[in-house]
């Protein structure tokens, strides 16, 4: 059985050690995310055209962005989440998650971007190269 490994990253002074989703959660969080981001997805018409609308939608800043799938996301990803506070101070995100990042909404964002891309990195990976590849010749 293999282990999934935590990623490290430090944000603004704090270490964040980041372990994927557990895979329910992560089928969970990805599908919110996407019923959010439907409304973005209506005239889209192939797979290529739905990965640039997806990074479209994140690269302007999520605008259609529900305050519920939000706190969902973030809850969840906390979980997952340690943050190195000082010197051999280890503190599970989601025990402290309200004061953590509180004044630093900036932070609170890139912690957000890392920790997804810790579960869903190696899927758009996946889909990347999938549309980057050269379509198969027809016979």
Request: hydrophobic content about 50%; glycine content about 10%.
């Amino acid at each position: 059985m293999l282990a999934a490994q935590a990623q490290q990253r430090e944000i603004d002074g704090v270490t964040y050690e980041v372990l994927p989703l557990p895979s329910g959660m992560s089928l969970k969080v990805l599908a919110r995310v996407l019923r959010m981001a439907a409304p973005g997805f209506e005239s889209v018409a192939s797979l290529r055209e739905a990965a640039g609308s997806l990074g479209a939608m994140l690269a302007g800043g999520l605008s259609g962005l529900d305050e519920d799938v939000l706190a969902f996301v973030c809850a969840e990803l906390a979980k997952v989440t340690r943050a190195h506070v000082g010197e051999g101070n280890v503190l599970p995100l989601s025990t402290v998650f309200e004061t953590h990042f509180q004044g630093r909404i900036v932070a609170l964002f890139a912690w957000l971007k890392f920790a997804a891309e810790v579960t869903y990195g190696p899927l758009g990976e996946m889909l990347k190269a999938q549309l980057d590849a050269p379509p198969p010749a027809r016979g």
